[in-house]
């Protein structure tokens, strides 16, 4: 942390919207600064001290980091509206054997061996790849989440049963698990402030429990007497 900020990365794909928001809630005199980077950048920038913490897509290296893992995303084709893939739920990795199939440079997602038929280029980006995608020269696949970021009114996408999935992480340096850290860390888990590891839950008073009164017996009344 620097400069009185804690420093959150997070890759393309991410939306840390919600968490920065309960964030700001709960941990109000120290701002969180969301930095995106690209997915090959987010470690480095660990490692180099540029961040506190990153939202990263697994597998890294993990030497010299903690790393939670969070969820899963549904891997998916991206093709054209009028492709032979758009007029089906979705598909399988052999259904798309015969399709041109581009890799991007900056390619997320770890293949044993990569479905369909190379395309003749390998572009950039994901962004470059979608473009090609749209003129029609081939399909890509890729995360959910970055289809939907790359989104384009002429494209649509399925899911891939069968395809591997990428994995979301949060990772931080290992002699680094701070009070905000933990902080973050329960805010991402779902853990209500109370139950939170960090700082609020070190503020946090101890409640003290009321004596219960005990209860008297009740009164017993003398009986009248009756007249004989």
Known sequence: MTNGEFRLAYVPGVTPA??????????RDVPLRLVQTPAADAVPLLRNGDVDAAFVRLPVDREGLHVI?????????????????AAVEEVELADLADEDVFEPLDEVLVWDERPGEPAFTRPESTAAAIEL???????????????????????????????????????WLAPET??????????VRGRTPNSSRG??????????????????????RPQKRRRT
């Open 133 to 171: 995608v749209a003129s029609g020269a081939g399909i890509v696949l890729l995360p959910q989440s970055l289809a939907r970021l790359h989104h384009r009114k002429d494209l649509t996408y399925r899911p891939v049963t069968d395809a591997p999935q990428s994995q979301i992480g949060l990772a």
């Open 69 to 85: 893992p969070l969820y899963l995303e549904t891997t998916v084709a991206v093709v054209p509206k009028d492709h032979v893939v």
């Open 178 to 187: 701070s009070d905000l850290m933990e902080e973050l860390i329960g805010i």
């Open 199 to 220: 700082r609020n839950a070190q503020q946090q008073p101890a409640t003290r429990k009321k004596p219960q009164r005990q209860r008297s017996a009740p009164k017993r």
């Open 18 to 27: 919600k968490w920065a928001g309960v964030w700001a809630e709960r941990v």
